[in-house]
């Protein structure tokens, strides 16, 4: 069984300042984590994803995330927000080799201030 | 490439009325899926399949049924339509069925609701 949680359902940032959305995981099995974003009225993107071959993990639009599987998380941060990164991230994890399926956490709702 | 193509955008249907949800891909993947996005849940996986003619259930598969009868095509059936059933429905596409970390390619999605 696997599952993810994602820390706060929305986060606001001023333009500038440092993102950091947080997803812990759960897995039975070595998991492969994913970050999409989505924006309105849109489907989901892939950020980026880790498969194992290296712990920090560097995505589009300048994010990235790191695993770290002695605290069971894969946070994503972005040094810098600009007003375009505005919209809702989702974690997910895959490893459920039976279904090949994404189990993604609720979401967090990205808000850039001015 | 078109991607992963769904239609319609938006449907409105009243309770107990039957619809089906298209989904196409033109990258010859495997691997596709439907998932509901309601709010504070994420996604939810309700079928999946990972080849013509092969399909299986996902976390949340009662009120739907599915069929693949082409690599092409993954379409998604209500067959009595529920208030319950009202969410955004996605589909998603990958390459491979035996890898676990293939990315999956999500369509723009249809808006339903059941009144």
């Known amino acids: 069984a696997q599952s993810v949680t994602q820390l706060g359902s929305h986060v606001s940032v001023s333009e500038g300042a440092l993102v950091l959305l947080r997803c812990n995981y759960s897995?039975?099995?070595?998991?492969?984590l994913f970050w999409y974003v989505q924006y309105p009225n849109q489907g989901l993107q892939l950020l980026l994803k880790?498969?194992?071959?290296?712990?920090l993990v560097k995505g589009i639009n300048g994010f990235e995330a790191e695993f770290k599987k002695s605290e069971t998380s894969f946070h994503l941060t972005k040094p810098s927000a600009h007003m375009s990164d505005a919209a809702e991230y989702f974690c997910?994890?895959?490893?459920?080799?039976?279904?090949?399926?994404?189990?993604f956490g609720s979401g967090t709702r990205l808000q850039v201030q001015p | 490439n078109a991607g992963v193509t769904q239609t319609p955008k938006f449907q409105v249907l009243k309770t107990g009325q039957s619809m089906t949800l298209q989904c196409a891909q033109d990258?010859?993947?495997?691997?596709m899926s439907w998932y509901r996005q309601d709010p504070g849940m994420g996604l939810r996986l309700i079928h999946y399949?990972?080849?013509?003619?092969?399909?299986d259930q996902g976390e949340v598969p009662n009120g739907y049924n599915v069929s693949r009868s082409t690599t092409e095509d993954f379409p998604l059936r209500l067959l009595s339509a529920a208030p319950s059933q009202t969410s955004v429905y996605f589909c998603?596409?990958?390459?491979?069925?035996?890898?676990?970390?293939?990315?999956?390619?999500f369509g723009p999605g249809t808006r339903l609701t059941v009144l």
């Open positions: 998603a596409s990958s390459y491979s069925k035996s890898s676990v970390h293939n990315e999956q390619f």
């Open positions: 990258m010859n993947h495997e691997y």
């Open positions: 897995s039975s099995v070595p998991p492969y």
């Open positions: 997910a994890v895959s490893g459920d080799t039976g279904r090949r399926a994404l189990t």
């Open positions: 880790y498969t194992s071959a290296a712990t």
């Open positions: 399949s990972v080849g013509a003619g092969i399909t």
